[in-house]
């Protein structure tokens, strides 16, 4: 049988082909029609059209995952080729704005995670990971200042406002703090910025028994988790969507991360499970 993309006569010189079959150089080269697909391919690309459109944002090997979730044997190689077929392999945008201010002269602390520290912990509430990012309006910008805990990846905290100063970090720790009781001696991680390094938030840190810790200057690897949330906030909802003002951006905000981030988005890094199914694993001690 001939491949696509291969001479009929490739023993011969490609001109002398051409004339021997009074064709074109690029009648040669032309591609087999691809065979109609099995009705259980047609299947399967319309379950992986499902999860992309409830997930645009979704890379091919997290709708793997979604798939075999839901009862599909399938490799994300198979994915793979189906989602470009179909032109479905997600281009996300690259935009950045500053929201660190580090040169305010305020004492800094050491990285208590260096080197991923994150990845040597053992439970929840050792280790929460802050940070603060911002998202356009119409006229202007509103803030969001959001708490991690560095285990589970779940947002524990957050908070939105139309000013970028230190409440709004205050905010969400609160919120944080009310939602977990996390044990004497707890990080506390996150950049070097006014908002972390001011009296009233390393005080109300220290007073829940927390340790500051801090990254380098310009150096977001070290608090990649919650980067890496901040950049799913904006691709799967910020990004889709053009809010008219705060009140609409805060109405869409709060559900995206309290119900579709905390307890249905699949973690690559939690074995492909949202966050919350992957602490209720831990309470129940399925997972250790």
Known sequence: ???????????????????????????????RPQDAPSAPETALV?????VVLEWPAYGYRRVTAALQRDGWEVNHKRVLRLMRAQGWLCQRRRRWAPTTQSGHGLA????????RGWRRLTAVNQAWL??????????????????LDAYSRRVVGWSLAETLDASIAVAALEQALAER????GWVHHSDRGVQYACGEYVT?????????????VASPRENAPAESFMRTLKHEEVYLQ?????????????????EVYNQK??????????????????TAGILR
């Not at 800094?108 to 080197?115: F, G, Q």
């Not at 990012?133 to 708490?147: D, S």
């Not at 009781?181 to 004497?184: E, H, L, S």
């Not at 008219?244 to 309290?258: K, L, S, T």
């Open 46 to 50: 319309a379950a992986i059209e499902a």
């Open 265 to 282: 988005r699949l973690h690559s890094s939690l074995g492909y499970r949202p966050p919350r199914e992957f602490e209720e694993l831990l």
């Open 242 to 258: 053009e809010y008219r003002d705060f009140a609409e951006a805060r109405a869409a905000i709060g559900p995206f991360i309290e």
């Open 1 to 31: 049988m001939i491949r696509a993309s291969q001479p009929l006569f490739p023993a011969l010189p490609l001109d002398r082909a051409c004339a021997l079959l009074d064709v074109s150089r690029s009648e040669l080269y032309r591609e």
């Open 130 to 147: 802050a940070d603060l990012t911002y998202i356009r309006l119409p006229q202007g910008f509103c803030y969001l200042a959001a708490i």
């Open 181 to 184: 009781c996390p044990p004497p």
């Open 108 to 115: 800094v602390y050491p990285n208590l995670l260096a080197d």
């Open 204 to 216: 109300r840190v220290r007073a829940a028994g927390g340790r500051l810790s801090m990254t380098a």
